[in-house]
């Protein structure tokens, strides 16, 4: 084993000046004109808001004030998909969230990380897809690169770091198969 230095006083951050500035510019507009109101309350300014901001958000979509979205453009919601409150979507890297989709309070969707390999982590990131149907339990982790399927279910504090076939439910951390979802008729 050789010894390694790490010496990330030579670290750049490889986000663009415009992309700083414009992150800047939305915490400030969603903290002044979205933050306050009341949970679900404005649903139509909060989509309004984030689409000035380059999201892709169907007319049904709702968003809660207190969820956190790093930078709108890369951000998809489909019909009657739900971030709900203090939801953090950390979404360096595109997100995209399906119909009739679900995530619930609190949980952390991670677009981004750091390349371990290199001795100055510089960044590294893949989108995350929640397919429709699906839900995410509360103060879940999705991480970078993953698709949840089809109807899938993360329980609730699950830790995600790879693919979840379509209607099946997983948990804990890391989140392993627990059983399939089954739709009562």
């Avoid at 933050?35 to 649903?43: A, E, F, H």
């Avoid at 958000?57 to 998809?76: G, Q």
């Avoid at 679900?102 to 001795?119: F, K, N």
Wanted: proline letters at 4%.
């Amino acid at each position: 084993m050789s010894e390694t230095v790490i010496n990330l006083s030579h670290y750049h951050n490889a986000l663009s000046r415009k992309n700083q500035i414009v992150r800047l510019i939305w915490t400030v507009v969603w903290g002044l004109f979205a933050r306050p109101l009341p949970r679900s309350v404005g649903s139509g300014w909060k989509r309004w808001l984030l689409r000035l901001f380059g999201a892709k958000i169907a007319s049904t979509a709702i968003v809660y004030s207190s969820t956190k979205v790093y930078y709108p453009a890369n951000l998809v919601m489909d019909d009657y998909s739900c971030l709900a409150s203090d939801v953090d979507c950390y979404n360096v890297a595109r997100i995209k969230i399906g119909a009739n989709t679900t995530v619930s309070q609190g949980a952390y969707l991670c677009t981004a990380s750091h390349d371990i390999t290199d001795p100055l982590n510089h960044l590294i990131t893949a989108p995350i897809i929640i397919e429709d149907q699906a839900w995410v339990g509360a103060k879940a982790f999705i991480g970078m690169g993953v698709t949840i399927g089809q109807g899938a279910v993360v329980g609730a504090t699950a830790s995600v770091y790879k693919n979840v076939e379509p209607w099946t439910v997983v948990g804990g951390n890391p989140a392993k198969f627990l059983k399939k979802r089954i739709i009562k008729e």
